[in-house]
């Protein structure tokens, strides 16, 4: 990975895109020490001990910011949209209100207890 590309997609995304965006990295990387980032298919992912858990991309349509949970068939809550994914699921963040800093720090936890509690298998 190279890290200019990391920073550069942050600092190419346009207010209050930009400043929604670099919030939710930093509640996702405070969630757990184990977890690091990379760029994968061109936007930020984190990993868990390695293994991919979720992606931050923004709506090409609407321009709204979300996180993408690699296993989110296994999560079970009515924000989360699957679309025409089969595994994955998206939550959207308006970036024009508040962060919902708590629930987000609640289903972080969740798709991390199924790394955590053997339910997705960490190499």
Known sequence: MNIDDLYNYYL???EPQKSCLLALRSIILA????ISETIKYGMPCFCYKKK???YLWTDIKTKEPYILFVEGKLL?????????RS????LRINPEED??????????????NLYR???????
């Open 31 to 34: 969630q757990d020490k184990d």
């Open 76 to 84: 079970n809550h009515p924000e989360l949209e699957i679309g025409k």
């Open 87 to 90: 595994r994955m699921k998206i």
């Open 12 to 14: 190419e995304q346009e």
């Open 99 to 112: 962060i919902p800093i708590l629930f987000i720090k609640s289903l972080l936890d969740d798709a991390l």
């Open 52 to 54: 991919m858990f979720c």
């Open 117 to 123: 509690n053997g339910v997705i298998l960490i190499k």
